[in-house]
């Protein structure tokens, strides 16, 4: 399973960013997608997930601000983030789980960096 992310960047306090991970490979079985981020210095942290059936997660901090949606036909997802603090600043992993016989497997992204300026 391959998965490309990308949409990172520099941008202003308040401004917005859209990330996009497509994934590849043996996919077949998609059970969920999502993203996850980690700071310097911090513990990776989940962000927002998408399960098949239309379960959406999100974290406190991203709650009103940050949109995960998904192109079934693409096998992509995608981050919307909006009004972004300097707070948001981290590495911005995607993750994908996948069935297999021997249970649920996640993927991970190489991460793109977002970095939000005061």
């Known amino acids: 399973v391959q998965l490309q992310a990308s949409g990172g960047g520099l941008v202003q306090a308040g401004g917005s960013l859209r990330l996009s991970c497509a994934a590849s490979?043996?996919?077949?079985?998609?059970?969920?997608m999502g993203w996850y981020r980690q700071a310097p210095g911090q513990q990776r942290e989940l962000v927002a997930t998408?399960?098949?059936?239309?379960?959406?997660n999100y974290a406190d901090s991203v709650k009103g601000r940050f949109t995960i949606s998904r192109d079934n036909a693409k096998n992509t997802v995608y981050l919307q983030m909006m009004s972004l603090k300097p707070e948001d600043t981290a590495v911005y992993y995607c993750?994908?789980?996948?069935?297999?016989?021997?249970?649920?497997?996640?993927?991970w992204g190489q991460g793109t960096l977002v970095t939000v300026s005061s």
């Open positions: 993750n994908v789980r996948v069935l297999r016989q021997i249970g649920p497997v996640d993927y």
């Open positions: 490979g043996n996919i077949f079985s998609i059970s969920r």
């Open positions: 998408l399960a098949s059936g239309g379960i959406i």
